[in-house]
């Protein structure tokens, strides 16, 4: 079936360090949007990326959609203990039923003050 | 707060049983999805609504149903509880009948002993 893996499952970094979260999908993507959900809350959008190859900056936050609309990444600059949460990657297969996402399993990002 | 509600926000019942989540989406918003999370499963992708239609469904077992109703709240029905189906219960919300931004609610915790 159609899966979109995320890796790595885990990520322990020094505050200050960066942070990077892949995902990827066995399918071509119509779009791709990124949640953050920190820890006993529920998931939070952060973006859409939709075009190839199109890149977005949200301050420290960096989303990448690849030229193929298969992979994608969400790089985080000089990590603060703000950003602690899991990031789950969300895929809509091109041609797919409307409002199906299929969410990668997510990373959990953990950040030492 | 994103607008979406949920009730109850715990639930413990025994297997075998039946029970009921309720979710109101955001003001206005006519397409409702329910997800399941799980500890080792991520987010799974149940099934979307948007007013009053079934519009597409995920991994959603035989023994749960959903429906929504004229006032758009949503129902989600699961019965023949087994122990495997401890998890949280997400609703969400968008404007739209595609996938774009989704508002989560903040889940219901549903405990099966």
């Known amino acids: 079936g159609q899966q979109v893996m995320q890796i790595p499952q885990y990520q322990h970094v020094q505050e200050g360090e960066d942070f990077t979260t892949y995902c990827n999908s066995s399918t071509t993507l119509s779009n791709i949007q990124w949640y953050k959900q920190r820890p006993g809350g529920h998931p939070v959008f952060l973006i859409q990326l939709v075009k190839s190859g199109e890149v977005k900056k949200q301050k420290r936050l960096t989303f990448q959609f690849g030229e193929a609309k298969k992979n994608s990444s969400l790089h985080i600059t000089a990590t603060q203990t703000t950003d602690v949460g899991t990031y789950f990657c969300?895929?809509?297969?091109?041609?797919?039923?409307?409002?199906?996402?299929?969410f990668g399993k997510g990373t959990k990002l953990s950040v030492k003050p | 707060d994103s607008g979406v509600t949920q009730t109850p926000k715990h639930l413990i019942t025994a297997t075998g049983q039946r029970v009921t989540l309720r979710c109101s989406p955001r003001s206005g918003d006519l397409s409702v999805y329910w997800y399941q999370q799980s500890l080792d499963q991520g987010l799974q992708f149940l099934i979307q609504y948007y007013n009053g239609e079934e519009r597409a469904k995920g991994n959603i077992l035989e023994r749960f149903s959903a429906q929504q109703f004229p006032d758009l709240h949503s129902e989600l029905n699961l019965s023949s509880l087994e122990l495997g189906d401890s998890a949280l219960y997400f609703c969400?919300?968008?404007?739209?009948?595609?996938?774009?931004?989704?508002?989560f609610g903040p889940g219901t915790r549903l405990t099966v002993l």
């Open positions: 969300a895929g809509q297969v091109e041609g797919g039923s409307q409002g199906n996402l299929i």
């Open positions: 969400a919300s968008s404007d739209r009948t595609f996938s774009n931004e989704q508002f």
